[in-house]
């Protein structure tokens, strides 16, 4: 909206006034910013300042159209020579206000909103603006000062009512935003059963349920429940608080009620469980619902009378919906091995391996967990498999009680060895997942379930790239799915296959555009993450950061888009779906892609740090895997251009009469974001680069703290020799996983560093650090607690002795034993060489890079290699002849090859 002039009833002598006809050029001017024609406003606003170039409002707008136009530095140049020019006015205050908010600087935004409101107090546009602005840096108690003041002012407006009880809840003035409520009722009582009295009286139900007076939020929705429409939601809230009062028993019979709409939502059957077995709340509030009664989070340890209640229930919940497969899954959970859980478990996989359901696995996933009910379930699935043998059906005729057996469908079987190649590959042992899977490719080859899975476990078994192979081959079999699509791409970047992987992914894209940029429009956060991955691991670290740095672009679009929503979702009323919006803003950046995208960017920089002549190789490179393609085209397309130039004007003057009807199809407001940047970021120098890897240390620790992101913080600040935040890490760390191997790498660092430190009176020789005295205390104090009577050396040996069995942990402890003593390399290699153990293909591979450092005798690494190899047979990396799908089954399956 533009901003709209109020009159001033004490104009200052010195404000600027227009003559009749500029007047009215200038109205004529904001009537075009309005309606968005946006190039015939240009055209008034240079006509009126052809008379008067200093007219500061006139400039303003001008400023105001060429930020819808896209050119905000010369907006916001116009915008502050409109204010210098006319200091006085509302409308120059807030054009300027209105560009730096296009801009994002929504700090200087409010300030020049404040400045605006000094001068047209009545003006509504500048005041929503501001309240906006303030909610959209969660500036809540200026909001809540600003909604009070204008609900002093125009107290009949039932807005500002709203506006100012949703600025004390943000506050945390439950009890005060209440009132403010009660007093509305007073004046405007709703009456009516429509939408917005419904949404009004459920939220003002939150904000009483907020305040903590559960009876009073409860007696609330009860008087009110006539006026309620949504009334799975007053169901709800009725449960949730009778539930949080300690009710159960009345809490039990709203949530059977609740079922009987809806016998398959799993919040319901686990605040069923609870009101139950009688669990009360451990936090109540309304947004603790979600996390109270979430499937994915464990249930407590029930005793064995509360087990035999629930499973009393749910035979009765059973014989009323009998269809309802939730019903027969929930018991799952809580049953008990040697009780009912093999009856509940058999009646709830016969239809699923019958009706050949493939999600069967991703379904009784949770419940590995306990060990015992994983035994029963490998039995019970490999007496299915003896049961239903190909061949052995005529020997199937008669259960062991004599009685007639009707055979199993011929596709029983075939489910029953994916969910055991499923079942071994989740217990590690992926040459039996393996079998079964191969077992079921030779029963049914054409089952594309089959190859996604056996993808899967050659990912698991370290061989990486037979993975995204098999996953292509099942991506051709179906070539109109775009999960198979997707899943195939991101197989190949895993692998290193970008340009593979590019070619893929540009199958679904639009015809004739370019994929990255149609993917970067897409927020397609997958993509960037795993293709910035796969760029830091070839050593592009200046295009690891441009696909990372994309990533981060989308969450602050996002956030930028919130400001849109702030004004539309109060003039609809729904003030329940804001407020969840605006608590779902403030968790934002804590989005796992968001978090996995700061640290792939801190590892980039990390890995420059560390090898910088690498990184000076890589920025020779000009393009990189499908931006050289992309450049290639771009070529192309000028070449064109000049070829279509030489042949005269005549035979171009279709194209553009073309391109002419198609910027009239656009109108001026369609300004597009800023779009995909397709050149590398430059690498810094190395003097900056922790510099830069600090302020995405910053964003991570800030949003989410956990062990991964503390370690990727030690780890620059050691580098940066910031002692203090490392000891800040360090503690966290410690507290959460002190027996992990890099935390343990880690400590013996930040000791070895800080000891030399203290022991050369605060600086040393490897160090440009000299320590305050306040630091050296606090480090010194730390130092000891850290050490506990011990020596650098006796700590790490302890972590070896403690943890020998662990691959990982012998390899980061024999790692830290060369750092304390060089000398000891014989001794050593004779513990990397040790291959038992526990330990992922990863870890030996670590092992192995460490092995090749430290020797060169081939005997040794062929050795190791081959040891290695026997553990992971799968594992391409021990492998000395790389294995190879045998796809000539397959050939006449396929319904398509790529090109």
Request: proline share 4%; aromatic share 8%.
């Amino acid at each position: 909206m533009p901003p709209k002039q109020a009159p001033q009833t004490n104009k200052p002598a010195n404000k600027q006034v227009l003559p009749s006809k500029e007047q009215s050029c200038f109205k004529q001017l904001v009537v075009y910013y309005t309606e968005k024609q946006y190039k015939k406003g240009i055209k008034e606003a240079d006509r009126i300042l052809k008379s008067f170039p200093n007219h500061g409002e006139t400039l303003s707008m001008k400023a105001l159209i060429l930020s819808c136009m896209g050119k905000k530095d010369e907006s916001m140049l116009l915008a502050k020579e409109g204010v210098k020019n006319d200091i006085s006015s509302f409308l120059c205050w807030h054009s300027l206000s209105i560009v730096h908010k296009a801009d994002r600087n929504y700090a200087e935004a409010i300030k020049c909103c404040r400045n605006a409101l000094k001068w047209g107090k009545d003006n509504q546009q500048i005041v929503k603006d501001l309240s906006t602005l303030l909610l959209q840096t969660r500036d809540i108690s200026g909001y809540a000062e600003l909604r009070r003041t204008q609900l002093l002012n125009k107290p009949n407006v039932k807005g500002n009512w709203l506006t100012f009880a949703l600025g004390l809840q943000l506050a945390g003035s439950f009890t005060q935003a209440v009132e403010v409520l009660n007093k509305w009722e007073n004046i405007d009582k709703p009456l009516n059963a429509d939408i917005e009295t419904t949404e009004y009286l459920l939220y003002k139900a939150i904000i009483i349920e907020e305040s903590g007076n559960l009876q009073a939020a409860l007696n609330y929705v009860n008087e009110n429940e006539k006026l309620i429409l949504d009334k799975s939601t007053l169901q709800e809230t009725r449960g949730r608080l009778l539930h949080g009062l300690k009710l159960f028993e009345e809490s039990k019979k709203v949530w059977l009620s609740l079922l009987n709409s809806n016998s398959e939502h799993h919040s319901y059957h686990r605040a069923l469980i609870k009101t139950q077995c009688q669990i009360p709340f451990e936090v109540h509030t309304p947004y603790d619902f979600k996390k109270n009664y979430d499937r994915t989070l464990p249930l407590p340890e029930l005793s064995r009378e509360q087990i035999e209640s629930l499973e009393s229930l749910y035979d009765e919940l059973l014989q009323k919906y009998p269809r309802s497969s939730t019903v027969k899954r929930v018991p799952l959970e809580f049953s008990l091995v040697g009780g009912s859980f093999e009856r509940r478990l058999k009646e709830y996989v016969l239809p699923f391996l019958r009706k050949g359901i493939p999600s069967l696995f991703a379904d009784l996933k949770s419940l590995y967990k306990d060990t015992e009910k994983v035994k029963v379930i490998s039995d019970l699935f490999h007496h299915f498999e003896s049961e239903n043998q190909q061949g052995s059906e005529s020997s199937n005729h008669a259960k062991p009680n004599g009685t007639d057996h009707k055979p199993e469908p011929p596709a029983f079987i075939l489910w029953t060895y994916f969910f055991l190649g499923q079942h071994y590959d989740r217990l590690g042992d992926y040459g039996k997942a393996l079998s079964y899977i191969n077992k079921a490719l030779s029963h049914t080859p054409t089952a594309i379930e089959l190859y996604m899975a056996k993808s899967r476990i050659l990912k698991h078994a370290g061989n990486l790239e037979l993975a995204a192979n098999v996953y292509n081959d099942a991506r051709k079999m179906d070539l109109a799915d775009r999960y198979l699509n997707t899943k195939s791409t991101k197989y190949l970047l895993r692998c290193d296959k970008r340009i593979e992987a590019d070619r893929v992914i540009s199958l679904f894209t639009k015809e004739g555009e370019d994929f990255l940029s149609y993917l970067y429009e897409m927020q397609a956060t997958w993509f960037e993450i795993e293709k910035g991955d796969s760029f830091r691991r070839s050593g592009e670290y200046g295009w690891a950061l441009r696909s990372l740095d994309c990533v981060i672009k989308h969450f602050d679009d996002i956030r930028d888009d919130e400001y849109d929503f702030h004004n539309y979702c109060m003039r609809k009323g729904t003030l329940s779906a804001y407020y969840d919006l605006l608590k779902f803003e403030d968790k934002l950046f804590a989005h796992k892609s968001y978090l996995l995208a700061l640290k792939g960017i801190i590892r980039v920089y990390r890995d420059i740090f560390d090898s910088p002549k690498s990184a000076e190789k890589q920025e020779e490179k000009p393009v990189s895997g499908a931006s050289k393609k992309q450049k290639e085209k771009e070529k192309e397309k000028e070449k064109e251009d000049e070829r279509n130039k030489s042949k005269g004007p005549a035979k171009t003057k279709k194209g553009e009469k073309g391109k002419q009807q198609q910027q009239q199809q656009k109108t001026d407001e369609e300004i597009e974001r800023p779009g995909l940047e397709k050149t590398p970021i430059p690498i810094p120098e190395h003097s900056k680069i922790l510099i830069e890897a600090s302020k995405y240390v910053q964003l991570l620790k800030k949003n989410g703290s956990d062990v991964e992101g503390h370690i990727l913080a030690a780890e620059i600040y050691l580098r940066r020799e910031k002692y203090l935040l490392v000891l800040q890490s360090l503690k966290f760390l410690l507290s959460k996983e002190p027996n992990n191997p890099q935390v343990h790498k880690i400590k013996i660092q930040f000791l070895l560093k800080v000891k030399e430190l203290l022991s050369n009176s605060g600086s040393s020789s490897s160090s440009t650090v000299t320590l305050p005295a306040p630091v050296r205390e606090i480090l010194t104090t730390e130092l000891e607690a850290l050490l506990a009577g011990k020596s650098v050396v006796e700590i790490n040996e302890e972590f070896l002795r403690q943890f020998q069995t662990s691959v990982s942990a012998r390899t980061t402890a024999v790692e830290l034993k060369l750092l304390l003593n060089p000398a000891e390399k014989d001794a050593a290699l004779t513990i990397l060489t040790n291959v038992e153990g526990n330990g992922t293909y990863r870890d030996h591979i670590a092992a192995f890079n460490l092995i090749e450092k430290l020797t060169s005798e081939e005997s040794i690494k062929k050795k190791n290699k081959e040891s290695s190899h026997q553990k992971f047979p799968h594992a391409s990396f021990f492998s000395s002849t790389p294995e190879t799908l045998d796809v000539s089954s397959l050939e006449d399956t396929l319904l398509g090859v790529d090109a």
